[in-house]
């Protein structure tokens, strides 16, 4: 009995010895996972966000209107019924040169020249009952008062078959003007003046022609004579082509408000009468200057990388374009800067940079 009590002690005392030893491995990975999540979070909070870091480049700019618009004649002319009438002849006569004056459609003229023999026999009778009246009178037969009043109806039906004849000319529609035929519609027993059909020939010059443009009154009084203006057609893949600002229109279109601003295109122009184009109007140019990516900017401040950090700094603007801007003072050729514009980065923090050329 004396000998088997100190044989219990030592294994308690060999079980406590166990149970600490393992509470400090616990304690001891836990101290290790901490350490090296803080260490993750050190080097990843020290290399700091990303951005794309541009040089300024050297460059021409230019500032633009845009506006939309289509081809037309500088001198054309339209035909149109003026009655609701149905279309009697009509000349297929596209693309042929007519001269001023020709008749090119006649519209139904039935009923008018009813009427018009209607007053030439009236008119006749008169004219036999006025020169009867005459020779009475000269004889003291009867009174000059009832010559006079006949002689009166004489010229009032003269002045009715005068204003027919007016009429039944009105329902030949002729060539307003020398030149060629662009473009006809309608054909023969059709109405013509109903609104849809008003116009059936456009008669005009082949050249020169222009752009009739729409430019938003926010932005025309930047528009001047002599500008020059870049057009593009979804048919011309080329170049854009050019056009020249020839005169404004004084007086704007409060619906849509727009101006019409026509635009002279020259002589070798691949555009067709009709064709719809986009234009950006020049107002501004510059060459040579300092140029980094629009999106770089935001209200007059750029961000730097100096020394691995984002910092912000002030620059003059000049002319903004969609992808360009040009960069007046603030910036030298040397510095770069973030691209786009990280307004979520705090002013001085450390950043990663990823070299990128500006395009």
Known sequence: ?????????????????AVVALGRRRWLAAI??????ATAAFWFLGRGPEIRAVAPVRGDAAEVVYATGTIEPVHWAKVAALQ???????????????????????????????????????????????ERLRG??????????????????????????????DRIDLLLLKAPMDGVVLRRDGEVGEIAGTGANDVLLWVGQPSPLRVVAEVNEDDIA??????RALLRHEGHSGAPLGATVESVTPKGD???????????????TPLKIGMSVEANIVVAE?????????EAVSDKLVQVV???????RPVETGIRGTRMTEIRSGLANSDRVAAPFRADVADGRAVRRIPASAK
């Open 1 to 17: 009995m004396a000998d088997r009590a100190p044989e219990r002690g030592a294994s308690n005392h060999s079980t406590g010895s």
């Open 32 to 37: 290790l996972a901490l350490a090296l999540v």
């Open 84 to 130: 609701r009438k149905r279309i009697v002849e009509i000349c297929r006569c596209e693309g042929r040169t007519v001269a001023k004056g020709e008749v090119l459609v006649r519209l139904d003229d039935d009923e008018e020249r009813a009427l018009l023999s209607e007053l030439e026999a009236r008119l006749h009778r008169y004219r036999e009952d006025a």
């Open 136 to 165: 009475l009178a000269d004889r003291n037969i009867t009174p000059r008062t009832a010559y006079d009043e006949k002689l009166t109806q004489v010229r009032e039906y003269e002045a009715r078959v005068a204003a027919q004849k």
């Open 222 to 227: 930047r528009v001047k004579l002599g500008q």
């Open 254 to 268: 409060p619906q849509t408000k727009t101006f019409r601003v026509y635009l002279a295109l020259p002589g070798d």
């Open 286 to 294: 510059v060459k040579n200057v300092l140029l980094i990516p629009t």
């Open 306 to 312: 100096v020394n691995g950090r984002l910092v912000r």
